[in-house]
């Protein structure tokens, strides 16, 4: 089922702060999307607007073409997961679970023994059939974690809407449940939308990443596309390590100049004048590496497959990393100058091409 | 042998074991001399002094209608004062929790008020307002209301020196529970009346027990605030407390402590009652 968010606002109750300043968004059927932006760039906000739960000043919010004004034509049709999980502490897993069809009217209730079998049928979907007698006290975060999905997914909607969800999950657990939740999304052919601050995460599970700042939408893209080109210099460095290096681009030669000693100039086709270079660290290499360079490489140890080195440019030091691989053909201890051909162009912020 | 193992644990109690409360024999002395000297002793004295007299005098007692109407009188008035207050002190403390009005920190001042000021000062308060020609009382008998000199009078009194007990024990609870348990309900489905019998009463019923318990506890040993409201007439509008001042007055030691120990038998009954009920209530929380 697709969602369509169209011009939303919300200004913050009783003063001019905006929260989201008109925000569209449009997310396919099907689709696995993640909100990611720094706190307070309005990802919450946005989310909880989709499912309802915070009034907007303007804008729509449609489900499959259907405007939605209410939380209650949302009911059963929007799954959320709270950051906190929010289960009914009074309620044991299974009466958690089976909450959204126990208060369905009588009409549309289904019989005591068809609930009964769903929460057994969720229970077995989320790996832990035994735990539908015990109280939510007793179990553990990622427990807890399946049992607030597991509550979401009883009424089958088929949006299902994700505040930071493992936020409160160690790594192992974590990087566990996400790869089963994605696996799930799949399963049950459901339109997700999840939230999260960790861009690694996002990059990991979704199709399609929304990056958010100051309750805007400043890029709407496929991970690949995202790393590829970043719209503005904050994606860039939202989304990892970069370097960036001040220059001029120059109009007869069509070379980036850069203000450093020590860092090449490279061509490229964008317009002339000053621009801003931003490169991962993997991404730039040492020319003409030996012993005896201009610039000195020194060595930091290795992590996630990389070796870390920093650059000692003569202003600043920058670091450089080399895939663990590379080890064999010895990394010399200095190089002539630094080749960032790779970087991605940016002026006043925004990137340039 | 035994004496011997028992004199070890003994002494490892005495030193703490391998605990490292700072000043554990301090506190360790203190505890024990407190709940010992105030508390265990005159617990004592009150069960064993009605039987001093000889057996003959308690079993006497025990066949006075008088005392056991007044006992009837403060434990149903307690009952329904407390009753009363239950929903009074939910609506007080959703206000207090949830309802950002102004004045609200003054609510929160006065909530407390009648556990402040003297138990006499309250009921001579409620007494002139609630006397036939008192402000309230006036209008209130013209519609054929009598609150002052009656049972009415006594579960109002009760009611107002129980509220805070109900408040109190309710409103931190109430704070506790997040509000996204309510959003969550409402994503649901779950219509307002849902949201509120299943999301918010049913997790604060375990401390509204507790609550009842405590104002009925009260209510059942209230003096000051009632004697002025109550009128005080024998088998009508007597209260146990005061009976027991009525006989001491009369020398009757063995009476006064026999009602005394009757009311010590309710309070120590319905701890336990309100104990055992919490406890099979409150099965869901961590600490059980």
Redo the contacts between chains.
């Keep these: 089922m697709s969602v369509v968010v169209e011009n939303l606002i919300r200004c913050a109750p009783g003063s001019e702060r905006i929260l989201l300043s008109d925000v569209s968004l449009s997310v396919e059927s099907g689709a696995f999307v993640a909100l990611v932006g720094p706190s307070g760039a309005g990802k919450t906000t946005l989310l909880r607007a989709i499912a309802g739960l915070d009034k907007y000043d303007s804008g729509t919010v449609s489900l499959n073409g259907e405007t939605l004004a209410s939380i209650q034509e949302r009911a059963g049709k929007v799954g959320f997961v709270f950051q906190s999980y929010a289960l009914f502490p009074h309620m044991t897993v299974a009466r958690n679970i089976s909450f959204g069809l126990d208060v369905l009217s009588k009409a549309q209730r289904p019989s005591a023994s068809e609930i009964s079998a769903r929460v057994q049928e969720l229970l077995d979907l989320m790996q832990i059939p035994d735990l539908g007698k015990a109280y939510p006290s007793r179990l553990s975060g990622g427990q807890r974690q399946r049992v607030a999905l597991a509550r979401a997914l009883a009424t089958r909607p088929d949006v299902l809407l994700l505040d930071e969800p493992f936020g409160a999950l160690d790594p192992i657990v974590r990087r566990a449940i996400r790869t089963w939740l994605r696996a799930l999304h799949d399963q049950l052919g459901l339109t997700t939308i999840l939230v999260t601050h960790d861009q690694e995460e996002a990059l990991e599970v979704a199709d399609r990443i929304v990056v958010m700042q100051h309750g805007r939408i400043v890029q709407n893209a496929s991970p690949a596309q995202l790393d590829e080109a970043p719209e503005t210099a904050f994606v860039m460095e939202f989304l990892g390590e970069a370097v960036s290096f001040k220059g001029v681009i120059q109009a007869d030669t069509g070379l980036f100049i850069p203000d450093e000693a020590g860092v090449l100039p490279f061509a490229t086709s964008c317009p002339a004048g000053p621009a801003e270079a931003m490169i991962r660290p993997f991404e730039i290499f040492p020319e003409n590496a030996a012993t005896g360079g201009k610039i000195a490489l020194v060595r930091h140890g290795r992590r996630n497959g990389f070796l870390h080195y920093s650059a000692q440019l003569p202003e600043r030091s920058v670091p450089v990393f080399f895939p663990v691989h590379t080890k064999h053909q010895s990394i010399s201890d200095s190089c002539q100058g630094l080749n960032i051909a790779e970087a991605r162009l940016f002026r006043n912020g925004q990137r340039i091409v | 042998m035994v004496a011997g193992k028992m004199k070890k644990a003994f002494a490892l109690f005495w030193q703490g074991g391998d605990s490292t409360l700072p000043g554990y024999r301090l506190s360790l002395t203190v505890t024990l001399v407190w709940t010992g000297f105030f508390i265990i002793l005159p617990l004592f004295a009150l069960a064993l002094r009605p039987w001093q007299n000889g057996f003959g005098m308690v079993l006497n007692e025990l066949h006075d209608t008088r005392m056991f109407a007044a006992l009837w009188t403060s434990f149903s008035s307690a009952v329904a004062a407390a009753l009363l207050n239950i929903p009074l002190g939910l609506f007080l403390a959703w206000m207090l929790v949830r309802g950002h009005l102004p004045g609200r920190k003054m609510a929160d001042a006065l909530i407390d008020l009648p556990l402040a000021i003297p138990t006499a000062v309250s009921g001579i308060t409620l007494a002139t307002l609630y006397s036939p020609r008192g402000w309230l009382g006036a209008p209130l008998s013209k519609i054929g209301i009598d609150v002052a000199y009656t049972r009415t009078g006594i579960v109002l009194a009760l009611m107002f020196v129980g509220l805070p007990f109900m408040v109190r024990t309710i409103e931190p609870v109430l704070k506790n529970l997040?509000h996204?348990?309510e959003?969550?309900?409402?994503?649901?489905?779950?219509?307002p009346r849902?949201v509120i019998g299943?999301?918010l009463l049913?997790?604060l019923i375990p401390t509204v027990i507790t609550g009842f318990g405590l104002a009925f506890a009260r209510g059942m040993g209230e003096y000051g605030s009632v004697i002025f409201i109550a009128g005080n007439q024998p088998f009508k509008s007597e209260i146990a407390p005061l009976l027991i001042v009525v006989r001491l007055q009369e020398f009757d030691y063995s009476g006064a402590t026999a009602i005394a120990l009757i009311l010590l038998l309710i309070s120590f009954l319905s701890l336990i009652f309100v104990g055992a009920v919490r406890k099979k209530l409150s099965?869901?929380?961590?600490a059980s």
């Design positions: 997040p996204e348990l959003e969550a309900a409402r994503l649901l489905g779950a219509r849902q299943r999301v049913a997790p099965v869901w929380t961590s």
